[in-house]
């Protein structure tokens, strides 16, 4: 039982460049969500996912895209990276949106440099 | 909008002594949740608490909150050099989405 993980774990992208990160859980989450995090900012939500084939806007989405085609996979897209994008991301996953069992378990993150 | 303010941002404390993070949110919910951030490192979840009053204790952190004051506390009794992390609270906006807005973390360092 692996958790959440992600790949890459790094990368540095120049300023134009595109990629795909992606998330993979085994513990038959219905929810998936993609974070940034930056120095003094803690983390904020970009994009999340409430089942198969769903995706929907976090609070901060320009510049990047989603999709959940399997239930375990949650691949986060940048088409034209900038430094602005510059950040940890990190994915997380829950059982459930409410009650006792929503707690998010999150992955070991991708550090991403753009120049 | 709701906000998440955490405080102090840096807490520098010696072992053995106590002391408390404070977690104030701007809007109402019913859920709160705690994380610890080693440096390099994922989250990892410490507590969950889900309704008014509710008290949880883990070793020698324990988190409480009040919803009527919108506030959750992390209380550290007799700090140990273990327990140097960044500690995070979050709060749930989302309804049936489950989204959480952070707070900014607190970074604990805890010397001899």
């Known amino acids: 039982n692996a958790g959440v993980t992600q790949t890459p774990k790094f990368r540095v992208l120049k300023t134009g460049q595109s990629m795909t990160l992606l998330c993979a859980q085994d513990?038959?989450?219905?929810?998936m969500y993609w974070y940034r995090q930056d120095p003094g900012m803690g983390l904020r939500l970009i994009h999340y996912?409430?089942?198969?084939?769903?995706?929907a806007k976090g609070e901060v989405p320009d510049g990047y895209n989603v999709s959940r085609l399997k239930k375990q996979n949650f691949l986060l897209g940048l088409e034209s990276a900038a430094p602005s994008q510059t950040s940890v991301y990190f994915c997380a996953s829950s059982y459930a949106s409410s009650g006792s069992r929503d707690e998010q378990y999150f992955g070991p993150g991708t550090r991403l440099t753009v120049t | 909008e709701l906000k998440v303010e955490q405080n102090p941002l840096f807490l520098s404390m010696q072992e053995g002594k106590n002391y408390t993070i404070y977690c104030n949110y701007s809007?109402?919910?019913?859920?709160l949740y705690w994380y610890r951030q080693d440096p390099g490192k994922s989250l990892e979840s410490l507590f969950v608490?889900?309704?008014?009053?509710a008290v949880k204790q883990e070793g020698r952190l324990m988190a409480s909150l009040d919803t009527k004051a919108r506030l959750s506390t992390l209380h550290i009794t007799a700090a140990v050099h273990d327990l140097s992390a960044t500690y995070f609270c979050a709060v749930n906006y989302g309804g049936s989405q489950g989204n959480l807005i952070f707070g900014k973390g607190t970074k604990l360092s805890v010397k001899p």
């Open positions: 513990m038959n989450h219905e929810y």
């Open positions: 809007t109402t919910s019913d859920r």
């Open positions: 608490l889900l309704s008014n009053g």
């Open positions: 996912s409430v089942g198969e084939g769903t995706t």
